[in-house]
Nanobody, 118 residues
Framework: VQLVESGGGMVQPGGSLRLSCAAS????????LSWVRQAPEKGPEWVAG????????HYKDSVKGRFTISRDNANDTLYLQMSSLQPEDTALYYC????????????WGQGTQVTVSS
């Protein structure tokens, strides 16, 4: 199982970023997936999740209306479109399997850093 996140960077407050997660080593379309983030000196925090078919999504309250999770099952890729970014969104972002109806499993990628600062 491999999960490779990309698309992070440094943006000003109010800016946007689109994260991607390229998956391999498992049947992508059979798994619910989530984005989890970890800020410095804090524990992991679930941000958003999507069901296997992509027609149901869930969000942490603080990102509702600003973040959109989506997936491309034909290309085994998970996305997180983030807009109206705030300094409190600064964190290392990971894509993971599970997080909605199942617990997050042990396969994590290296993460992609998002820094929101003026």
């Amino acid at each position: 199982v491999q999960l490779v996140e990309s698309g992070g960077g440094m943006v000003q407050p109010g800016g946007s970023l689109r994260l991607s997660c390229a998956a391999s080593g498992f049947t992508f379309s059979e798994y619910e997936l989530s984005w989890v983030r970890q800020a410095p000196e804090k524990g992991p925090e679930w941000v958003a999740g999507i069901n296997p078919s992509g027609d149901t999504t869930h969000y942490k309250d603080s990102v509702k209306g600003r973040f959109t999770i989506s997936r491309d099952n034909a290309n085994d890729t998970l996305y997180l479109q983030m807009s109206s970014l705030q300094p409190e969104d600064t964190a290392l972002y990971y894509c993971v399997r599970g997080g909605i109806t199942t617990t997050v499993d042990d396969y994590w990628g290296q993460g992609t850093q998002v820094t929101v600062s003026s």
